[in-house]
């Protein structure tokens, strides 16, 4: 084994030493140049001043506008095209209900009582009895199966549901002006491509009369329809609104002998004034202070006191209650008669049929003016003014009327459920196109019709006598409902059930 010395082993040891010692050294002088920075170096820092920071100039930006947000349109209900069925749909439409019985002829006890409006089917088998014609039918809920009397139940083809109709209010015999104009409103913003409004004059009152036009306004046929010329047949205008809704909400989805509704219009426009004095209309519903104008609201007055005596409370042909004009009696006094009691303010305006002024205005055109011989001052009716075509409701209707070469005319008036044709001095080719009108509406409403020739105590200066005797036009006049007007309410489902399909049949007779 070799053998370190002792001398080696030292110089080795020192020589470590050394190194050690050098290291320690260099650790020394970084701790001592680290403790000055420490100390010293924030002195330094603010001797200097703050160092900011180096920013690059930058363009200033407008800020963005606010995107608006567009409104999404409104989303309603839309009806779908009815199914194909194996039988055919009837609406009951009787004043008040119809029986439904076991057996046909009106033997034994009703199942139940059908109220008007109610919908049946009616699979094709039919039972002549005691003179009268009847269906076996069944409700279209299934409660019910029956005979029913034909006489009270139309057929239709488009069924409606009601709850998709919710803009005419039917649940309110008081429809105004005022619910009409905002019913239009309504019309005219959810169906803006089926039908469009016209201001076409104004009232003596100062309200708008406006014209409907439902269908394409270019369409190459047109038919003109007018509704409550006569104060106290409000009504008929809530029927005609409903009518106009019906077609609206249906355009699509609606059809006639499978025809759909949109082709018809388009081939056939209507157009509709719905209300034609709304002036008469308001004082039927409130009275003389309806009326905006103190002039005619004394005109309305004037009128109660001279003919307040002249009126009896009387049943009719058909025992309905009501209030009888008896001018053509002369000298009659109710004081003098003792036939009490004697109207009031309130029951004289509700039966008022004229305009703010006591003119009535289907009375008031210059078609056979000056063979109308009724009363000679304003009244609640019969008054046919100083002269033809004084009020500024008939001049806007004659006007309108020319406007379209139409069809044919049709006014809605109350009441009687029954249709009237023809007119006093018509020719005969005219007279026999507007008892062939009025044939064709009796099919499909059942309502009876009427030579207006042939019947007492007419007197021309109508609109109906305008549309036939100087237009050379077809033309009818539906009265609807059964009891002395005001209607009340109560009528409206059977009204409605029998004239829903009327305007489509007319459109699909034009086509064809």
């Excluded at 053998?3 to 030292?10: D, F, K, T």
């Excluded at 809920?141 to 029956?146: C, K, L, N, R, Y």
């Excluded at 998709?164 to 409103?185: G, H, K, N, P, R």
Aim: proline share 6%; glycine share 8%.
């Amino acid at each position: 084994m070799p053998r370190v010395s002792a001398v080696s082993g030292m110089h080795n040891g020192s020589a470590a030493q050394a190194r050690l010692g050098m290291i320690a050294a260099v650790i020394g002088m970084l701790l001592m140049i680290a403790a000055d920075i420490l100390c010293f170096g924030p002195l330094l820092k603010g001797a200097a001043g703050p160092v900011e920071p180096v920013r690059e100039e930058q363009e200033e930006l407008e800020p963005e506008p606010e995107q608006v947000k567009e409104e999404e349109p409104p989303v309603f209900d839309v009806p779908e095209t009815a199914p194909e069925v194996d039988y055919r749909r009837l609406v009951c439409v009787p004043t008040n209900a119809l029986p439904i019985r076991e057996e046909p002829g009106g033997k034994g006890d009703a199942l139940t009582e059908l109220p008007p409006g109610t919908m049946l089917r009616w699979y094709g088998e039919e039972v002549a009895a005691g003179g009268n014609l009847f269906y076996h039918v069944e409700t279209e809920d299934g409660a019910f199966e029956g005979y029913v009397t034909e006489r009270y139940v139309i057929p239709v083809e488009t069924p409606a549901d009601e709850a998709l109709l919710d803009i005419v209010d039917a649940t309110d015999a008081l429809y105004t002006y005022e619910e009409m104009e905002e019913d239009i409103a309504e019309l005219l913003v959810r169906y803006p491509d089926r039908i469009a409004d016209e201001v076409i004059g104004e009232s003596l009152d100062g309200r708008q009369l406006h014209a409907l036009t439902i269908g394409e306004p270019e369409a190459p046929q047109h038919i003109m329809m007018q509704a409550a010329i006569h104060g106290r047949e409000y009504m008929a205008s809530q029927l005609a609104m409903k009518l106009a809704e019906y077609y609206c909400t249906y355009y699509d989805a609606g059809t006639y002998r499978g025809i759909p509704y949109r082709e018809l219009f388009a081939h056939t426009a209507i157009h509709l004034i719905p209300m034609a004095n709304p002036d008469g209309v308001t004082i039927s519903q409130y009275g003389a202070e309806g009326l905006r104008d103190p002039e005619y609201r004394e005109a309305v007055l004037g009128a109660y006191e001279r003919e307040r005596l002249k009126f009896a409370l009387e049943e009719d042909v058909d025992e309905h209650t009501g209030w009888v004009d008896h001018y053509r009696i002369k000298g009659y006094d109710a004081s003098l008669t003792g036939d009490g009691p004697f109207i009031t303010q309130g029951e004289y305006t509700a039966i008022w049929k004229a305009d703010a002024r006591g003119v009535d205005l289907n009375r008031n055109f210059d078609a056979g003016w000056e063979e109308v011989e009724l009363k000679e001052e304003p009244a609640h009716s019969s008054y046919k003014g100083e002269v033809p075509c004084s009020e500024p409701e008939v001049r806007a209707l004659t006007e309108y009327s020319e406007r379209y070469d139409h069809l044919c005319y049709v006014n809605y008036h109350a009441r009687g459920n029954i249709i009237y044709y023809d007119a006093v001095g018509s020719t005969e080719e005219v007279s026999a196109a507007s008892e062939d009108l009025a044939k064709r509406l009796q099919a499909v409403t059942k309502y009876d019709i009427v030579n207006t020739t042939e019947v007492n105590n007419v007197n021309p200066g109508g609109f109906g006598d305008w549309a036939q005797r100087i237009l050379g036009k077809p033309g009818v006049t539906i009265e609807v409902g059964r009891y002395p007007c005001p209607l009340e309410i109560g009528e409206f489902p059977g009204m409605w059930g029998r004239n829903r399909e009327t305007w489509a049949m007319l459109l699909a007779d034009a086509i064809s």
